[in-house]
Every structure is written in structure tokens, then in C-alpha cells.
């Protein structure tokens, strides 16, 4: 099935949230799509917990809170949400509009694509060693689907963060064996956490040991061991049937590179009246851009939001005039909020 919108807004960080009020305050309807599980971007994956200090009349505002209250915001422009998948391409056709797809085959029908992309998809951390590359393996894992296939085996789970704990203590139940790998002997994840994995380890059901792996070894599809060093530089090697690897997320780009945009350094240049691409109906706010002068901060990108609302408004339909109104007295402004005009 194929979903028709005025605009797809590919991430759904404070901008691309931001981008829904903007557009839905001039009657456009909008569908988000992040490759992350939840909205908000970076503030909500990166820095949840702390405080920021430079959103306008807000003197301090944790970053999740601000994402809270951004969804609150947006709320009645009943956006769709496509979160868990990336964005992998899009096409315009001949009529001027666009397609757009993504990893989970959700297919777009839209007049403006707005990149608010940020650094770029989060994307699990991959393990590098050398000879890895060339196996193939399709026993390595960065995310656990089903947990049964790991029942009964010899795991190495690679990590020290919240993630890598919580998968060691819920396969120390089914698996035969689990080598916890970690670089320092201090773990990120929560106190409560490293407390039980010692417990186990005390056991001797989990082995946690440090090392920085180097090298892969194994046999076409199937990695058989990893080669580390430790501390002191020794070098050691662990086997394992299945290896998990919880590095967690660092964005990347990905597929946006090669949408035949202009991109300079990473970043996607747009002018600075609409905020639009070398593509017209294509359109790019937040950190993902660059102009003259970019600052790479949340309000900048909310300023980005409005006047690309607006450049999506005239490109849709280029005929018609735009007129600036007011929330405090538009009263089909109101209507669009769902607030009563009379108060
Ligand atoms: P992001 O927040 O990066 O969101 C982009 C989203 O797009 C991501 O969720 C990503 O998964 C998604 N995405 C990318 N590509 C695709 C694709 N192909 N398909 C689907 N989804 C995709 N700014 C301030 O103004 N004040 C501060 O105090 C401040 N403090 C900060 C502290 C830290 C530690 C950090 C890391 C940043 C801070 N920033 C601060 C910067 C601020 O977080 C960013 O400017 C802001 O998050 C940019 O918002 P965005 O919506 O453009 O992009």
C-alpha cells in the first residue's frame, strides 16, 4: 500500500518534529520516518538526561523532556510515524511528485521530501578485525531477534554498556556459556546490572574478560574465533558457535550519500529562504545541511522548519499566495490546533 502525503520528513528529531507543526500550521500533512525505534534523535539516543539551556523560554529543559513535549506539540496533526526503519531511497516521477521507500517496504506517494537526517541514521556499531570482513559470518549479531537461537550455545558478547549486561544476564539462562568481552574492567551499564553479571561470573556461568580484538578466524560463513590482546599486550583468543556484538549506535550517513543530491562534507547545501536542496521539492533542515553561517543547534533548526514549511507550501502549489497569520488570532489556525478560537 502506498501513502499519499504532502510531505515525507525523513528523522524525527527535534527538527523533523518540528517540521510537522510547521507544515500542519499551513493545512499540510506530514509522515515522519526514523530508523531508530523512538523519535528524537539525537536528544533522545545521545544525551536523554541532560539538561539543555538555550531552547527560547524554556531556561532549562532536560532533552528528553523536550522531545515530550515537541510530540505533545504535534499532536493534533496526527502525523504517521514509521520508526524502526531507514529510508533508503527516493525517485522523483514524472508528474513532479515523489517516491520514497524505505527498509521495511513502507512506500510513499509525496509532493516534498524534507531531510531533516542529522548526522545521519543511527546504525549499530560494527566489529572490526582483520580477516572478518572476507568470512561472511552469519553467526556475528548486533541485535537479537530471536533468542532462542542462542539456546544451548557458547556465546561471546562483546560490549560494557546497558545492552551488551542485559543480553549476558537474559542468556545466561539458555545459553551453555558466556564470555562477557570488554575493554576496561569498568562497565558502563547500570550498578544493578554488573552487580548480577559478577554474581553469575562468581558462578561460573559468564566469564568476563577484557582484550581489544584483532584478528577473525574461521571458515567461509561462519566465524569459529576472535584474537585480542589485553592490558598488557598479550595476545589470547576466545571461541565461541554465535558472537554478539553491542557497541551501540553511531549515526552514518548511509543511503542519503547517493541520492544524487549535492552533499558537500557530509552535509547537504540549501539556500536560505526555503531551505531546499540542488533538488526543488526537496528540501533538508537541522544538522544535516549547510549554508553561510550554519550553526548546528536545535533552535537554528527550528527557524529552518518554519521558513521550509513554507517553501513546501509554494512548491505544492506555486500559484497561490502565502499569507503570514498569527496562532494567537488565526482562527483557521485554531481549527487546524483543535483550540477553541473564542478563548
Ligand atoms: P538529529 O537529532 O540527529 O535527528 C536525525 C534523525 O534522523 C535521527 O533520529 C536519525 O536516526 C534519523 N535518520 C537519519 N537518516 C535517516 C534515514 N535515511 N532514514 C530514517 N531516519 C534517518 N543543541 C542545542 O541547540 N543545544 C544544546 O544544548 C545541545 N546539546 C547537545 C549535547 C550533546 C551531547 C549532543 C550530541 C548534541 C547537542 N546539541 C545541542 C545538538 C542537537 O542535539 C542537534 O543540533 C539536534 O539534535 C539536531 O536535530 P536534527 O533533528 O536535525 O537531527
Sequence with gaps: MTIQTDAVIIGAGPVGLFQVFELGLLGLKAELVDSLPQAGGQCSELYPEKPIYDIPAWPVIGAQELIDKLLEQIAPFAAGMHLGQEVTGFEQRDDGRFRVVTSKGTEFDAGAVIIA?????????????????????GNLHYKVTDRQQFAGKRLAILGGGDSALDWTLDLAGIAEHIVLVH???????QPASVAKMRELAATGRIDPIQGMVTTARGVPGQLQALELTDLERRKFEIEADEFLVFWGLAPDLGPIANWSLEIEKKQIPVDTEKFQTSIPGVFAIGDINTYPGKKKLILSGFHEAALAAFGVQKHLNPEARQFLQYTTTS???HQRLGVDSGK
Design 117 to 137: 537526517a542529522g548526522l545521519g541514521a543511527f546504525q549499530a556499531r560494527r566489529l572490526r578485525a582483520r580477516g572478518l570482513d572476507e568470512l561472511g559470518a
Design 183 to 189: 575493554r576496561r574492567t569498568d562497565y558502563r551499564a
Design 331 to 333: 482562527p483557521i489556525m
